[in-house]
């Protein structure tokens, strides 16, 4: 009968995913969507620092976070972007258009748990990302293709990334070692003289009585554990605090231990605190087999493993896998209470990982730094490239990779260099209203294949008494020349404005051929410059200098506020009666989503880029992909 009852809700839910699949494409079919999501009623997981990820450094992608409103993270989430009540209509149409989707537990992005294990085996638009809720360390049958079915299957460690690529079946490139989301918060903390205690759940005990999980094993260890004498009394002398929090799916038995408290045993619940502060906070963490302790040893913070009900746990629960606890693991293993005691007395109040755990942690986690969630969207956008690859590059494209804002600053210009030398970028567009020589040098790079930057925006190249371009506006105060051209343009622009542009543009025009600059070509992108009364006083200046070339405003996307698209177009337009162009200029995220590129085949079209060298040293693309990748694919 229960089968029954499933295959009917399974029909119910496909039915209506289908019926409304026309309805989701007209709506957000062109809108990018990225559905990121939980266990439907939190936020404080992978998915979390990969949403907060995405809204502060890649703010073009059009990202939803589904949540139950009425879940204590709601009010956290909300602030970073967009949020959308888990399992509604809405969730419905946009898990139907989503071009990515991503989740810390299995399919649970779906507004329908059977329409999403459907889908992890079945064809479907878009990228699933299985972000993971914990480093797998168990054999356990999710963990396989088979069962998992995800597009990207991503791992915080080295070892586990070796397991699950060598024996869960997934095809070449869904499984990435990219360091967990949640591992950019770990990098800086305050520790307090914390003991956190927090239990792993066990699968035998989710679904039983209170008065059976009374007379569980596992209850009556922590109990006896947390009423220690012994233990309270240590803390008490040194002053530490010890905090309970039991594993999510065991939060419904919490109120059973709520009866220990005392002024130095706290009982944590879900809705009033966060495992990742706790974490944080804590300088010893005690822990039985849950993947936290992996969280715990990335900070390099010694643990202890209480380990009362190891056969009876890996007999009903889990079954073993690569990782042995007492060879591999980064704490020590006890099995009764009273040598777990000794362990936490051994510390003092000085909590310190031994040097052989370290090594151990070394090991395990070879990527160390704050760069998780920027390798997991990199990661994405390769795959969601892979998986187009078919259909949107099977034309001819003449393609010029164009590295922009050479003189911006010492990152932008080292990187421009680097990717040139790496043969990612064949062009490079230079600013000149910028006064830093290092940015400027460029005696290494062929001055062929440079264009002129114009920007009004972020500097001058009319160097000298910079007080003459500082004005009184209605007696309320001076303003700069860029502020008094932003206040202008849309519409209409002053006498004073158009002798500032005028005069600016002149003066980047000269600094560029007193370089030696011959390529007389310029951008004409995403400034405001773009708008129309400012770009009919820089268009004489540019025919009398014999500029023949530019780089037309071509990435027009649902991101462009509406007075924008129309300066862009009619800038386009106006350009083009003087000057010749690519038949498309954009981002590499705009050129990713053209729909039909047949009309670009043996076409010359260029793709912008922004390489920077991070704080790390390394070769990245500043506020898009990752140009290697799409370069590597198109080449």
């Not at 998915?47 to 809204?55: A, D, N, P, Q, V």
């Not at 949020?83 to 399919?107: D, G, I, N, P, Q």
């Not at 967990?180 to 039983?208: C, V």
Request: proline share 2%.
């Amino acid at each position: 009968m229960k089968r029954i009852l499933h295959g009917f809700i399974f029909i119910c839910q496909f039915c209506f995913y289908w019926l409304i699949y026309p309805l989701a494409n007209l709506i957000y079919g062109n809108k990018r969507v990225w559905i990121i999501c939980e266990r439907g009623d939190d936020a404080r997981d992978n998915g979390y620092w990969m949403f907060k990820y995405l809204s502060t450094e890649h703010s073009y992608v059009n990202q939803y976070y589904l949540i139950n409103k009425k879940s204590a993270d709601y009010s956290k989430i909300s602030k970073f972007g967009k949020v959308v009540k888990y399992k509604s209509f809405k969730h419905w149409l946009l898990y139907c258009a989503a071009e990515v989707r991503m989740t810390t537990h299995l399919a649970a992005f779906a507004p329908g748990n059977f329409i999403g294990e459907y889908f992890k085996h079945h064809k479907q638009k878009g990228v699933n990302v299985f972000l993971q809720h914990g480093i797998t360390h168990n054999e356990f049958p999710s963990n396989y293709y088979k069962y998992n079915g995800s597009d990207l299957f991503i791992c915080g460690a080295k070892p586990e990334f070796d397991f699950i690529k060598n024996n869960c079946n997934y095809p070449k490139n869904n499984v990435v070692y990219t360091g967990f989301a949640r591992f950019d918060g770990l990098h800086e903390y305050n520790t307090k003289k914390q003991i956190l205690i927090m239990p792993s759940w066990r699968s035998y005990l989710f679904d039983i009585s209170e008065d059976e999980f009374k007379n569980s094993l596992c209850y009556k260890s922590w109990i006896s554990l947390l009423s220690n004498i012994e233990l309270l009394n240590h803390c008490r002398k040194e002053q530490i605090n010890i905090i309970f929090y039991p594993h999510y799916s065991m939060q419904n038995f919490v109120h059973l231990f709520k009866f220990l408290e005392n002024d130095v045993l706290t009982i944590g619940d879900f809705d009033h605190y966060d495992v990742q502060e706790l974490l944080k906070e804590s300088s010893l963490l005690v822990t039985d087999y849950s993947s936290i302790l992996f969280d715990f040893a990335y900070m390099r913070k010694p643990e202890l493993l209480y380990q009362f009900d190891e056969n009876e746990f890996y007999g009903m629960h889990y079954q073993r896998s690569y990782f042995n606890h007492r060879r591999d693991g980064f704490g020590e293993v006890v099995v009764n209470e009273n040598e777990l005691v000794k362990a936490i007395l051994k510390f003092g109040s000085k909590f310190e990982m031994n040097n052989l755990y370290k090594s151990r942690v070394d090991s395990f986690f070879p990527i160390f730094d704050d760069l998780n969630c920027e390798r997991i969207y990199q990661a994405i956008v390769k795959k969601f490239i892979e998986k187009k690859r078919k259909h949107l590059f099977a034309d001819e494209l003449n393609v010029v990779m164009t590295g922009d804002d050479y003189g911006r600053n010492f990152e932008s210009s080292e990187g421009i260099r680097q990717a040139l030398l790496k043969n990612y970028i064949q062009h490079i567009s230079v600013m000149m209203n910028k006064d830093e020589k290092d940015t400027l040098d460029i005696k290494s790079i062929d001055k062929n294949i440079c264009s002129l930057h114009i920007n009004l925006s972020e500097g001058y190249a009319t160097y000298g008494d910079t007080s003459n371009y500082c004005y009184s506006v209605n007696n309320s105060g001076s303003i700069t020349h860029d502020e008094l051209i932003t206040r202008n343009g849309y519409f209409k622009i002053s006498n004073k404005a158009k002798e500032i542009v005028s005069l600016e543009t002149r003066a980047q025009i000269k600094k560029y051929k007193n370089l030696g600059f011959d390529n007389l070509s310029f951008d004409s992108h995403g400034h405001i410059h773009t708008r129309l009364p400012i770009a009919k006083v820089i268009i004489p200046i540019l025919k009398e200098e014999s500029f023949g070339f530019y780089r037309r405003p071509s990435n027009i996307n649902k991101h462009t506020k509406l007075i924008n698209r129309f300066y862009k177009f009619i800038i386009a337009k106006k350009y083009s009666k003087y000057f010749k162009s690519y038949s498309f200029f954009g981002s590499c995220d705009d050129f990713i989503h053209i729909k039909h590129y047949r009309k670009f085949k043996n076409k010359q079209i260029e793709i912008m880029t922004h390489p920077f060298i991070n704080k790390y040293g390394e070769l990245c693309n500043r506020r898009d992909i990752d140009f290697s990748l799409l370069y590597k694919d198109i080449k």
